[in-house]
Nanobody
Framework: QVQLAESGGGLVQAGGSLRLSCGASGIISSINAMGWYRQAPGKQRDLVATITRGGSTNYADSVKDRFTISRDNAKSTVYLQMNSLKPEDTAVYYC??????????WGQGTQVTVSS
């Protein structure tokens, strides 16, 4: 129904920036919200940021004022601009989408590594 494809992960020094992209394809008209989650080894998968179809955003306290989530005009792509990166941001970042029926879709994940 919905396929998600992430890009933009990589290795960056502390204080640097990365921008993640997630493109949605398939039956995208039913998507209500998209967002980013992250998971470090031995840790649970935690919410990073979400954005609704109408543009409302939410951020985890740990990334507030450093990360910015946005979407394109067609609402088929979501971005995560990550600034002032810290080593604690190191994780696999997963794109996430939810439709009006509360079905959930996940991307494969992209590794973000922040060196100190």
């Amino acid at each position: 129904q919905v396929q998600l494809a992430e890009s933009g992960g990589g290795l960056v020094q502390a204080g640097g920036s990365l921008r993640l992209s997630c493109g949605a394809s398939g039956i995208i008209s039913s998507i209500n919200a998209m967002g980013w989650y992250r998971q470090a080894p031995g840790k649970q998968r935690d919410l990073v940021a979400t954005i609704t179809r109408g543009g409302s955003t939410n951020y985890a306290d740990s990334v507030k004022d450093r990360f910015t989530i946005s979407r394109d005009n067609a609402k088929s792509t979501v971005y995560l601009q990550m600034n002032s990166l810290k080593p604690e941001d190191t994780a696999v970042y997963y794109c996430h989408a939810r439709n009006w029926g509360s079905s959930e879709y996940w991307g494969q994940g992209t590794q973000v590594t922040v060196s100190s």
